[in-house]
């Protein structure tokens, strides 16, 4: 079998300018792989790329083998993927409990017209799905939270309001997008284990972050990306001594300082 995810040849223009250009790389299946880089490198617009909120201008995107570039979202879960947001957007309105509900439905056996007609096992399978979103919500410590809005939040739980809806998904791929921006430092600990747990469920994590010490703790291998174009990859450790990643995030002074 080939890689979970393979991007190859991507690029993505907005008015003319160049947001992504050739970027090439592969996560293979059990892998948690770190895509870092400069605030509007691309990390985001990569993966909105991979996600089908936008579409390449040029290259390929294959999950599992299958070209997937061009697929809309709601395709895109059906090849197991999954995702958060740098920006949650939950259904303010909603309770925590719906708002985990809220695409889980391909889920359920049938299509929309069984669904609409609640048929027995239609209901039987809403019942263990709520179930089974209680507890993702108990086990990432939101369980008291089920039944408040969500705009009674704060933002940080958010964030893990939306994990929970990207877990009960059931994906083979799941995107994180900065999933520890705005978390005290005693709570990133508990996402690193958090993914962890994921990665051993055998979901295959590509994550996001600024935020190098989860990046070490957690990944096996890291590109780095700047102004839309791959500048390296490997591992954590050595995207941190790059001199060349060093630059892009310091400027080149701080290279010429410390050699
Ligand atoms: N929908 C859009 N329309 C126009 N430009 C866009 C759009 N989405 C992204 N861009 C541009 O693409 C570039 C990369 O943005 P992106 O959000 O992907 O960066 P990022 O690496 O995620 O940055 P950060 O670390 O700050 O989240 C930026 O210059 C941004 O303005
Ligand atoms: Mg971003």
Redo the contacts with the bound molecule.
């Keep these: 079998m080939g890689a979970r995810l393979a991007v190859r040849d991507v690029s993505l223009q907005f008015g003319g300018v160049e947001v992504l250009e050739d970027v090439t790389f592969t996560v293979e299946a059990g892998q948690i792989f770190g895509l870092v880089g400069p605030?509007g490198?691309g990390?985001?617009?990569l993966?909105n790329c991979v996600s089908g909120h936008y579409r390449p201008s040029a290259g390929s995107i294959t999950i599992d083998d299958d070209e997937v570039l061009g697929s809309p979202p709601a395709t895109l879960a059906r090849h197991g993927l999954a995702r958060t947001f740098?920006h949650p957007a939950l259904q303010l309105r909603e309770t925590v409990l719906e708002n985990v509900l809220l695409g889980a439905h391909s889920r359920l056996p049938g299509g929309a017209v069984e669904w609409s007609l609640r048929l027995p096992r239609t209901v039987r399978s809403e019942k263990a799905l709520r179930r089974e979103a209680l507890d993702l919500l108990e086990s990432h410590g939101l369980g008291w939270a089920a039944k408040t809005r969500a705009d009674e939040l704060s933002h940080g739980l958010h964030k893990g309001v939306e994990l929970c809806r990207a877990l009960l998904m059931k994906p083979r791929l799941l995107l994180l997008?900065?999933p520890a921006a705005g978390l005290p430092h005693s709570e990133v600990e508990q996402l690193i284990e958090t993914v962890r747990r994921v990665r051993d469920d055998d979901i295959t994590v590509v994550i996001?972050e600024h935020n190098m010490g989860l990046i070490s703790a957690l990944t096996d291998r890291v590109v780095v990306l700047d102004h839309g174009r791959k500048l390296m990859e490997g591992s954590a450790a050595e995207a941190q001594s790059d001199s060349r990643v060093i630059e892009a995030y310091l400027g080149k002074d701080a290279v010429d300082d410390a050699a």
Excluded: I, L, P, R
Aim: aromatic share 10%.
């Design positions: 605030n490198a990390k985001t617009s993966f740098q997008d900065e996001v």
